[in-house]
């Protein structure tokens, strides 16, 4: 008598079914949707990050600039076009344009919220300067708000030290 074959059904069964495929897709798109606003959230969120970086940064720059020069600086943010131009400081990637950093452009995809003096910080303004004496102390303190969708930083210069903080 012959003994049957390990399996046995008369054709093994290869592959994956249509409802074994099914189901793993959906887990996977129900997975997407739940990953997808974290996501987009903490994007908006590294945007924010990045710009009140950049602008903590080039402050502090015009700063060291206006003390290592021994004349003044002058930083001026302007509302309506999301961008700050650095007086007497050529730009990184043409020697004749000044220093300028457009904040709707990419990687930062962002905006100002809002620019305010420290004087007076529940009046908006569409154009702030930032003077830089030759010791580096600036002429007022700024606010300086940014937003990526609904994400939002501050960048603060104080107005006695010239210290810069985000918060």
């Not at 592959?15 to 996501?39: C, N, R, W």
């Not at 009046?123 to 830089?132: A, G, N, Q, R």
């Amino acid at each position: 008598m012959l003994k049957p074959p390990f399996n046995s059904e008369p054709f093994p069964r290869s592959g994956v079914s249509f409802i074994e495929v099914l189901i793993s897709v959906m887990i996977t798109g129900i997975i997407a949707s739940i990953a997808m606003p974290v996501y987009a959230n903490s994007l908006l969120r590294y945007r924010v990050e990045i710009s009140a970086q950049r602008i903590a940064q080039d402050i502090a720059q015009t700063s060291r600039c206006a003390r290592q020069t021994n004349s003044s600086r002058t930083i001026t943010f302007t509302q309506n076009v999301h961008s700050y131009t650095i007086s007497n400081l050529s730009s990184l990637d043409r020697a004749s344009a000044t220093y300028s950093v457009n904040l709707t452009q990419a990687p930062y995809n962002s905006a100002f919220l809002s620019l305010a003096t420290a004087s007076q910080p529940a009046t908006p303004l569409s154009t702030l300067s930032i003077v830089f004496d030759r010791f580096g102390m600036p002429d007022q303190g700024v606010s300086v708000s940014i937003k990526a969708g609904t994400a939002q930083m501050r960048v603060d210069v104080a107005p006695t030290t010239g210290k810069v903080s985000i918060q």
